[in-house]
């Protein structure tokens, strides 16, 4: 098992913890999400945690907010600041099609910053054009912290097998040294046949993160559902 711990102290966004205006028009999880809406003329709108998330510059974290929209705004883009400076965490994640949650991520160090707590902001970029969205379930993971330095798992693997949670979860998954060959050599070569040949290979071990698979069996009678 791997515990991982979600950072931001309020993600379902039920009402409190965020510095920005609440509704119960659409939620991902529980009654309420975020509203954040772009008036014509104007670049962006952002909210902050009103609380300061501890930060260590050296590891690497994995950020992720769910988005709904009723209409799309092209063009625009979602982005997360932590802190609240630059670099951005990442600022340009295009927005998704309109009338479902769509999944916005990103993993990045903070090495630009010195250590500390700082707020954690959630960027809605409509870029000139009116447009409102909704955000809930925000989660910012620490990698490092979580996984290992070196073992630290990429975008992909984290929308893929992270749930949305609150607090702690446990993960049922390990991680593993598995050989990997770098690279090998026959002498000679080309070689005679029934002569002796010398081979070199370089192996090293790279971790890797490992998650079970289930396969179900079972009988089906004739005439059952």
């Known amino acids: 098992m791997i515990t991982l711990t979600n950072l931001i102290p309020s993600p379902s966004m039920e009402g409190s913890g965020w510095n920005g205006t609440y509704s119960t028009e659409h939620s991902y999880v529980g009654t309420r999400s975020l509203k954040m809406s772009g ?4 670049a962006e709108t952002t909210c902050s945690t009103t609380a300061s ?7 690497t974290y994995y950020a992720r907010v769910y988005g709904y929209q009723d209409t799309k705004t092209n063009g625009a883009a979602v982005g997360f600041y932590w802190p609240i400076a630059e ?5 340009n994640l295009t927005v ?3 009338g479902k949650w769509n999944l916005y991520s990103a993993v990045n160090n903070r090495t630009s910053f ?3 707590s700082y707020p954690f902001r959630l960027d809605w970029n409509n870029r000139g054009t009116a447009g409102t969205i909704y955000y809930d379930g925000c989660m910012l993971i620490d990698l490092t912290a979580c996984f290992g330095a070196g073992n630290e798992p990429d975008q992909a693997w ?3 097998n992270i749930p949305y949670f609150e607090g702690e979860m446990d ?4 991680i593993a040294a598995i050989p990997s060959i770098e690279s090998a050599s026959i002498t000679p070569n080309p070689s005679n046949i029934n002569s002796p040949i010398l081979i070199r290979a370089f192996i090293t071990e790279k971790a890797v993160i490992l998650t079970p698979v289930y396969f179900y069996t ?5 005439g059952e559902v």
């Open 158 to 160: 984290c929308d893929e």
């Open 87 to 91: 670099p951005n965490f990442n600022d």
């Open 53 to 59: 998330i501890p930060l260590i510059p050296s590891h």
């Open 114 to 116: 010195s250590s500390g």
């Open 96 to 98: 998704g099609d309109a």
């Open 218 to 222: 079972g009988e089906i009678q004739s």
């Open 39 to 42: 008036a014509s003329g104007s």
């Open 171 to 174: 993960l049922e998954a390990s």
